[in-house]
């Protein structure tokens, strides 16, 4: 007794921003259904694609994509004395994040092998197929927990495991369509966002999800 609720004051609503071919989400105890544009996305939902992809934008221009055949959960999406604690489990597939904290937030990914936690923000892509994950950086600086110990790990490099105490670290692979994908859409978002600006102006809120699209 004596400690608030903080889940009904202080979670937050995250969405769907776009979807093409098969893309499916599930709400905590009920079935999965087809996903449409704009979905709100709460703490405890899963998103899954089959042959498809999925953006789901959350505040201040932070995004995740779902490459094909990819599952991710929203663990937790909250707000604890302004600042966002956002925690996002990827069982298996492949998905991309890009990243902007401010002072308080706080932000992870989860494997069934591995932690990655975000200390200032950035853009990576996390990998999960065969009992192996993978952490490839693009841009900032990551904290990767496989079990055994903390690895930092900056842009340019991947690092792999299979859960055992063997991690590698070594430079990036070489770009491929879902990153030239992930790429375009940052250069839409861009577009959107510098097409509001002189209608929206002081009007809107900066940590609104979808300014970009109107």
Same mark, same amino acid.
């Given at each position: 007794d004596g400690v608030p609720d903080a889940q009904s004051d202080n979670s937050r609503i995250v969405r769907l921003s776009y979807l093409e071919g098969t893309v499916e989400f599930q709400r905590p105890g009920e079935d999965?259904?087809?996903?449409?544009?704009? *979905?709100?996305?709460?703490?405890? $939902?899963? !998103?899954? /694609?089959?042959?498809?992809?999925?953006?789901?934008?959350?505040?201040?221009?932070?995004?995740?994509?779902?490459?094909?055949?990819?599952?991710?959960?929203f663990s937790q999406l909250a707000l604890t004395n302004g600042g966002r604690i956002t925690q996002v489990n990827l069982p298996a597939g492949t998905a991309m994040?890009?990243?902007? *904290?401010?002072?308080?937030?706080? $932000?992870? !990914?989860? /494997?069934?092998?591995?932690?990655?936690?975000?200390?200032?923000?950035g853009r990576f892509r996390v990998d999960v197929a065969n009992g192996n994950s993978w952490v490839t950086v693009l841009k900032g600086d990551l904290v990767v927990d496989s079990g055994t110990g903390a690895t930092k790990l900056d842009a340019g490099h991947m690092l792999s495991t299979n859960g055992s105490d063997q991690v590698n670290v070594e430079p990036s692979p070489v770009p491929d369509d879902f990153d030239t994908w992930t790429l375009d859409r940052d250069r839409e978002l861009y577009a959107g966002d510098q097409a509001e600006n002189p209608y929206l102006g002081a009007y809107a809120p900066q940590n609104a999800a979808s300014a970009a699209d109107l």
């Open positions: 999965w259904q087809p996903a449409m544009m704009n *979905l709100p996305i709460e703490a405890g $939902f899963r !998103v899954r /694609t089959g042959d498809g992809r999925a953006e789901i934008e959350l505040e201040s221009g932070m995004v995740v994509r779902l490459a094909q055949n990819s599952l991710v959960e994040f890009s990243t902007l *904290l401010s002072r308080g937030d706080t $932000f992870s !990914v989860t /494997t069934p092998n591995l932690e990655v936690d975000v200390p200032q923000g």
